[in-house]
């Protein structure tokens, strides 16, 4: 690709996302809707082209002397915990989710450590992935405007993260104070968003649908009257319009998408290959 045309693709994506953030707010300002609910990874925050493998292996390497444990056998422990954790929650309750605290536990109790060693690890996870994320600051400044016109925001993952950590997660990311469930005004350093739902704390998922029912519930919201918007084809935009839902999909643009798949798939075994 030339320079000139590489630029005119860079432009023309630009342009496209700035469409649908465009449709997005017509969509939620359209005078009936009451609820907006948001993915988090890939669409509020914005991940680059490391692997989850190479992030994992990251936060072994710093957790590691701490622990005084070798970091490669701490990345290793750590991705047993992942396969064995997914793979119980496939048998035993696959509406779920794994969740990275019991994951860091595992890890720790399989060395002889406690408590303080699994959140050193838990700890050392967040910080690097927060390294990793940027925020998406044209969706966030619709978060505002749609939160002044009286729309509530919500965000609602498919994660092993827990709700305090993908709220640790937004605040770090984009800089924001607090989240704005809090008491106050909509300052600017404010996080537009009124709470947070994780898959692996609510025990159900985007992907298998679940989710959905049980974020309108405990919103008291009709679904014909919410929103959501995420990158994720299935998850976000089939499952919630099967919910009830009206879906506006913001994908990441495709060199992101191929660079994702390429590096998944080097680098994870096929049964953990999750869409997150
Ligand atoms: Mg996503």
Redesign the pocket.
């Known amino acids: 690709m030339s320079r000139v045309d590489g630029i005119r693709s860079r432009v023309g994506r630009a342009l496209h996302q700035r469409e649908r953030l465009a449709q997005l707010e017509r969509e939620v300002l359209r005078g009936d809707v009451q609820l907006l609910t948001t993915?988090?990874?890939?669409?509020v925050l914005l991940r680059d082209h490391t692997t989850e493998a190479q992030r994992l292996a990251a936060a072994a390497r710093r957790a590691a002397p701490e622990l005084g444990v070798d970091p490669g056998a701490l990345a290793r422990l750590r991705w047993e915990a992942h396969a064995s954790g997914y793979r119980a929650v496939s048998m035993e309750r696959p509406d779920g989710e794994a969740s990275l605290t019991m994951m860091c536990a595992a890890v720790a109790a399989s060395l002889g450590l406690g408590d303080g060693a699994a959140k050193t690890l838990h700890d050392a996870e967040l910080a690097v992935d927060a390294e990793h994320l940027r925020p998406n600051r044209p969706l966030l400044a619709v978060f505002r405007r749609v939160r002044a016109a009286g729309v509530r925001v919500v965000a609602v993952?498919?994660t092993y993260y827990s709700e305090d950590d993908v709220r640790w997660l937004l605040a770090t990311v984009t800089g924001a104070d607090r989240t704005g469930g809090s008491s106050g005004g909509l300052g600017s350093r404010e996080l537009p968003i009124d709470r947070v739902y994780s898959s692996a704390d609510e025990g159900a998922t985007k992907h298998r649908g679940g989710l959905y029912p049980l974020v309108a519930q405990r919103e008291s919201v009709d679904p014909a009257r919410a929103v959501h918007v995420?990158?994720?084809p299935s998850?976000?935009v089939q499952r919630s319009r099967e919910a009830g839902w009206t879906a506006v999909h913001l994908p990441r643009e495709g060199a992101f998408r191929a660079a994702k798949i390429l590096g998944g798939a080097a680098a994870l075994p096929s049964a953990l290959r999750r869409?997150?």
Do not use: L, Y
């Open positions: 993915d988090v990874f890939d669409t993952s498919d995420g990158d994720h998850a976000d869409a997150r």
